[in-house]
T-cell receptor, first 110, second 119 residues
């Protein structure tokens, strides 16, 4: 089945810094989502992005499906951005379900 | 609040007991998914439904696990004869989907999860 790899696995930032999280996937996908998992475990939707670029406030995402990767940009990071960021892809050959990467754990220090 | 609702949020049980989790999806969503997440890992797919039909089950879903969605609305996930290895967060999600093959799926939205601890 499709493999989803996220990098880096861990990231420590000073408040105000920018960062880029990467998601590579091993095969063609129908779609892709980015999530932020809060300290209580809930997955918060950030982007639903099969291709192209989307922006939402300080966050933006770009998916280049032909090259099998997606990037999540966080600008002017805040302590509330801390948590785990997951990339998940839809694989047409595996039906209509999301396959998750292992996540990037972000810690933003004040 | 019209998001995905899960209960109970926390369950502590002794090994060998049965537990049941409930998920109420977003009302207009016809697809419902169950995932399991252990510490430090990404969520792993367990099973999903389109309306009342269970379209796919992961090999992670042993014979002790059963999921139902009898009227195409809420779903239950039951674990029989729990083991310590079943301790995890059980996540439910819903989406709009089209087609009988399950290939066309809209954005998934997750509930807050049900955390199971087996002593």
């Amino acid at each position: 089945g499709i493999q989803v790899e996220q990098s880096p696995p861990d990231l420590i930032l000073q408040e105000g810094a920018n960062s880029t999280l990467r998601c590579n996937f091993s095969d063609s996908v129908n779609n892709l989502q980015w999530f932020h998992q809060n300290p209580w475990g809930q997955l918060i939707n950030l982007f639903y992005i099969p291709s192209g670029t989307k922006q939402n406030g300080r966050l933006s995402a770009t998916t280049v499906a032909t090259e099998r990767y997606s990037l999540l940009y966080i600008s002017s990071s805040q302590t509330t951005d801390s948590g785990v960021y997951f990339c998940a892809v839809y694989d047409a050959s595996q039906g209509g379900k999301l396959i998750f990467g292992q996540g990037t754990e972000l810690s933003v220090k004040p | 609040d019209t998001g995905v609702s899960q209960n109970p949020r926390h369950k502590i049980t002794k090994r060998g007991q049965n537990v049941t989790f409930r998920c109420d999806p977003i009302s207009e969503h016809n697809r419902l998914y169950w995932y399991r997440q252990t510490l430090g890992q990404g969520p792993e797919f367990l099973t999903y439904f389109q309306n009342e039909a269970q379209l796919e089950k992961s090999r992670l879903l042993s014979d002790r696990f059963s999921a139902e969605r009898p009227k195409g609305s809420f779903s239950t996930l039951e674990i029989q004869r729990t083991e310590q290895g079943d301790s995890a967060m059980y996540l439910c999600a819903s989406s709009r989907g089209t087609g009988i093959t399950g290939l066309n799926t809209g954005e998934l939205f997750f509930g807050e999860g049900s955390r199971l601890t087996v002593l």
